[in-house]
Nanobody, 129 residues
Framework: QVQLEESGGGLVQAGGSLRLSCAVSGRSFSRFAVGWFRQAPGLDREFIAA?????????????YYADSVKGRFTVSRDNRKDTVYLQMSSLKPEDTALYYCAADRAGRGTSVLGEYDVWGQGTQVTVSS
């Protein structure tokens, strides 16, 4: 059974940084794609970033970001610790939301919310102006 648990949220001033962690339990973690999403009150859950393993002659990890966070947020993973990170910098008040990580066990790692089949409970990020 795959489970995800987020941590690292909190209150930060605008311009500050936070690092969120997503601990993943379950077999074959290295094959999963993991995405980060967020949901502000009254709004739909939105895609932020994803990381997946890219197969092919060159291999390696691929990352994918929403335009709203590109250049400010960085997603990474440590397969030895079964953890995915979201480093957030230059935070803005509009980044305030409940942040979720989710696993796509098929390994696609797109922005499509419905492709992620296991979700964490979320961690709150609040950015003050």
């Amino acid at each position: 059974q795959v489970q995800l648990e987020e941590s690292g949220g909190g209150l930060v001033q605008a311009g500050g940084s936070l690092r969120l962690s997503c601990a993943v339990s379950g077999r074959s973690f290295s094959r999963f794609a993991v995405g980060w999403f967020r949901q502000a009150p009254g709004l739909d859950r939105e895609f932020i970033a994803a990381i997946r393993w890219s197969w092919g002659s060159w291999g390696g990890l691929s990352t994918y970001y929403a335009d709203s966070v590109k250049g400010r947020f960085t997603v990474s993973r440590d397969n030895r610790k079964d953890t995915v990170y979201l480093q957030m910098s230059s935070l803005k008040p509009e980044d305030t939301a409940l942040y979720y990580c989710a696993a796509d066990r098929a390994g696609r790692g797109t922005s499509v919310l419905g492709e992620y089949d296991v979700w964490g409970q979320g961690t709150q990020v609040t950015v003050s102006s």
